[in-house]
């Protein structure tokens, strides 16, 4: 977060020194994964916000049409002023390749991710995202799947992972695109 800040203050100059530079250059790319975890911040106007904004299906407790998606840090407890895409625009272009998206509002509730959020961020990069907080059913993982460009997605909990590979497969998905069963 605080590197992304910094890198948008020196008009995204980038000079070497971040960790996600030196980590990517040692090791490659693919050692550089970023967690990004925003809640929605609801706007009646894109121009109230410098942040990217989508008008939304569901509208604030004010009836805002728009939102845009506040990354957050200390465990969610403290907003900062840069939204979902920006950070992972800045991540990318610094790095990183492979971002895991979660969405502070839907973790825990099982309703599916949060589809304006996911394409959201699908949409600013080229690298793979993991698509994390929210998924309760295979519907909601699937259906992400096939809606993005998200490439990966997962829940946590053991008895949805073998029901979410017999559902892709049944599709026609390959199998192996989930992390392999533990026990």
């Not at 939304?56 to 957050?72: A, H, I, L, M």
């Not at 973790?107 to 996911?118: A, I, M, P, S």
């Not at 979410?164 to 695109?177: D, E, F, I, N, T």
């Amino acid at each position: 977060m605080y590197v992304a800040e910094r890198y948008y203050a020196a008009d995204k100059a980038k000079d070497g020194s971040t960790s996600i530079e030196q980590i990517s250059t040692r090791y490659g790319v693919q050692a550089m994964v970023v967690s990004i975890d925003p809640r929605r911040q609801y706007v009646k106007d894109p121009a109230d916000t410098k942040n990217r904004c989508v008008k939304t299906s569901r509208p604030g407790p004010n009836g805002e049409e728009y939102v845009w998606f506040q990354c957050t840090v200390k465990g969610g407890r403290e907003g900062r002023d840069i939204g979902a895409y920006e950070l992972a625009v800045a991540m990318e272009d610094l790095g990183c390749g492979e971002i895991l998206l979660n969405c502070i509002d839907e973790d825990g509730q099982g309703n599916g991710f949060d589809h304006e959020l996911v394409g959201l961020v699908s949409d600013a990069v080229t690298i793979p995202v993991i698509a994390s907080s929210g998924a309760g059913y295979v519907y909601f993982n699937f259906r992400i799947g096939n809606s993005t460009d998200v490439v990966f997605c997962f829940q946590g909990t053991e008895p949805l992972h073998g029901r979410l590979q017999r559902h892709r497969v049944q599709r026609g998905a390959r199998r192996g695109y989930l992390p392999p069963r533990r026990g």
